[in-house]
């Protein structure tokens, strides 16, 4: 499922990016060579992130 539609930034695009990056959905964003445009994904994107890392630290 795409998360930001600027970006065509899949779920688990930001799923790997959780494991490989610390910090915000705007550094996600970076690690993956992409930047926010209209913003509106960065609340889901970072839950999303938020949420991986939840389930690393409980594995
Ligand atoms: S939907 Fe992600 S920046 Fe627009």
Redesign the pocket.
């Known amino acids: 499922m795409y998360?930001?539609?600027?970006?065509a930034?899949k779920e688990s695009d930001l799923r790997k990016a959780a494991r490989t990056c610390s910090g915000n959905a705007e550094t996600a964003y970076e690690s993956l060579g992409k930047k926010?445009?209209?913003?509106?994904?960065?609340i889901k994107?970072n839950g999303i992130l938020a949420a991986e890392r939840c389930e690393l630290v409980a594995l």
């Open positions: 998360i930001c539609i600027c970006n930034i926010p445009n209209c913003g509106q994904c960065l994107a």
